[in-house]
């Protein structure tokens, strides 16, 4: 009688612990993120009052840290270009090429939504529902490269290709 009321008790906690919620992306929750916590600069009187920036509601501070833009500063770099937008000059002519058939608007949506289509064609399998899995590898496995046969193809052409390790067996 003791050994099933352990096992009852022992059961009971276990499903009480939450389960694998730290391991499942989907599960969310608003707790706190210790990987935000960041101290701030001090609190420091500008040489003029009239160099604060407006304030803003979501908007950045004087105090807030910048840690990308002190390396860049500390490595003798501009931070003041690392909020330039746009296109590089270096980069113009990648970019015209690679639009030349023409830029679709919105292209991320649509991706989005194509994708969901092909996903949602697929069903889960029981298997994959208990382990809180997508469909994602199965739904694109037809469109997935296989890059030894590509290798194998390329190789006697002389074009030159990167080493690859051997197959795995």
């Known amino acids: 009688m003791r050994l099933i009321a352990l096992g009852l008790s022992l059961a009971m906690l276990a499903a009480c612990s939450g389960g694998t919620a730290l391991r499942n992306p989907q599960a969310g929750g608003d707790g706190p993120d210790e990987f ?3 101290p701030t600069r001090s609190l420091q009187m500008p040489p003029d009052l009239a160099q604060l920036p407006a304030p803003t509601p979501g908007g950045g501070n004087i105090t807030d840290p910048t840690p990308v833009a002190d390396a ?3 490595l003798g770099g501009n931070p003041g270009q690392l ?3 746009g296109i590089g000059a270096a980069d113009g002519a990648l970019v015209a090429y690679a639009s030349r058939g023409g830029v679709e608007p919105g292209i991320r949506t649509v991706v989005a939504r194509e994708d969901a289509q ?3 064609g697929q069903r889960r399998r029981p298997l994959e529902v208990l382990a809180g899995t997508d469909v994602y590898n199965r739904a694109y496995r037809r469109q997935t490269l296989d890059s030894w046969a590509e290798l194998g193809r390329w190789r ?3 074009v030159q290709t990167p080493s690859a390790p051997p197959p795995a067996e």
């Open 36 to 38: 935000a916590i960041v």
């Open 72 to 74: 860049v500063a500390v």
């Open 83 to 85: 909020s330039a937008r």
């Open 118 to 120: 092909v996903r949602s």
């Open 156 to 158: 006697p052409t002389g």
